[in-house]
């Protein structure tokens, strides 16, 4: 059996409560039950929800954190039965429309062509959109239109958007290897192998980073990892956990959380490890601290923000990682990252509930309900907009107002 067979076979995908597949369904009993939420709650906020709308079935049980992107005043969005759209952001109104499958009568299709698993979420610039699927390809289409372009195999799955820099389309792949594809033909330019990975591990990959002509993701071992651009050269890594544990779920230590860079200071997480701040020209470790995490953090001017394996959600000093407060009220909730919208950090739940908290202190200061399914990708935050998508393809835009 393939390594890539082996792993896909073991995957823990912890963040929806997903079981290692091919082994044993996941028990109720075996999973912290959510902390409910209050009843009583008074929030101190406004919120205004601008629009809602579907994208084909989101992410369906795949397990793929879908995040929208938006580009221009467009939003452009992918599911995992083969749809990819562009809306108007400010109203949800549909651009265009595309599927994998022509289908005809009563719903039936051409039977030879598959849908297009889509997964991670779109990556857009000028006119050229790539996106990555659950079966190992890259695709290319006209943003402007959705017309199709090239398509490109790779070895594994594509769980994380990719990212166009230049005239390259770069995407990662769940066996640990990165691919440089040429933005116009999807010919492939380079290709990183990260050599061995963990036959255990969460399922998920943080998306790539591109900034000064070097490429930053967190590997599935932990590590937080710098590529040359221009022909994938390893510059330098930097571990943001160890490995160790008496058990194989103990030394998970994926970095599946997005790196995020902050002038010239890079901000990266793993599970069973450190949040960590590391000098991006050098890979020199300005500070680490301890925190477990599966998710992507946020930043602002003051504070990193983080939602650790337990789904409490943190501020931290952006200078040292000292604490600066903590919010249990969510706890096994099974939040998504966090984003920043204003004065607020936005964080989506397994039952559909969109959750806004104030920079300053954590308090909780609003709520509102997407659907009734739970949201796994990282809200999106464009301006004074937030977009949230939850696993069945439902996006809401919503805007705030102080009362």
Sequence with gaps: MKPETIKRALLVALASLVTLAGCHSFKKENVQPPTPLAKDFKPTLQVTRLWRTSVGDGAGTSGARLRPTVVDGVLYAAS??????????ASGKNLWSKSSRTHGWFGWGDKKRKDAQYAGGPAVSGDLLAVGTLDGHVYAVNAKDGSPRWDVEVSGEVLASPVIVGDMVVARTGD???YALDAATGQRRWVYDQGTVPLLSLRGNGSLLAANGVLFFGSDDGKLVALRQ?????????????????TEIDRLNDADGAILLDGSTLYGTAYHGNLAA???PSGRPLWTRPFSSFESPAVNDHAVYGVDDASVVWAFDKNGGADMWKNDALKYRWLTGPAVQGNYVVVGDLEGYVHWLQTGDGALAARE??????IRAQPLVVGDTVYVEDVEGRIGAYRLSAH
């Design 278 to 280: 590391v000098d991006g």
């Design 80 to 89: 995992t039965d083969g749809k990819l759209v562009a809306l108007d952001a």
């Design 176 to 178: 640990g290897r990165v």
């Design 230 to 246: 221009d022909n994938g050269a390893k510059l330098w890594e930097q571990k943001l956990a160890s490995g160790e544990g008496r």
């Design 369 to 374: 309900r997407l659907s009734k399914k739970a």
